[in-house]
C-alpha cells in the first residue's frame, strides 16, 4: 500500500469513528499536523473526483 492509500484509509476510518482529529491521532499514534495535512489532500482529491465525474452537455 502507498503512503496515499494508508493515509486516505486513515480518513476514512476517523470519519466513522466520530472522534475528533486530536483523539484519534493519539490513538493511532499520527502525527495531527501530518494527519490534517491528509484530510485537506483527500478531500481536495475527493472534490477533483466530483467535478471530473460531471459532464456538461
Do not use: R
Not at 496515499?4 to 476514512?12: A, T
Not at 472522534?19 to 478531500?43: D, G, R, V
Amino acid at each position: 500500500m502507498s503512503k496515499q492509500e494508508i493515509m486516505y484509509s486513515h480518513v476514512k476510518d476517523w470519519k466513522a469513528s466520530g472522534l475528533n482529529q486530536a483523539i484519534y491521532c493519539e490513538e493511532q499514534e499520527l502525527k495531527l499536523p501530518t494527519f490534517s495535512y491528509w484530510i485537506q489532500k483527500y478531500h481536495k482529491q475527493s472534490h477533483q473526483d466530483e467535478k471530473g465525474s460531471f459532464i456538461d452537455h
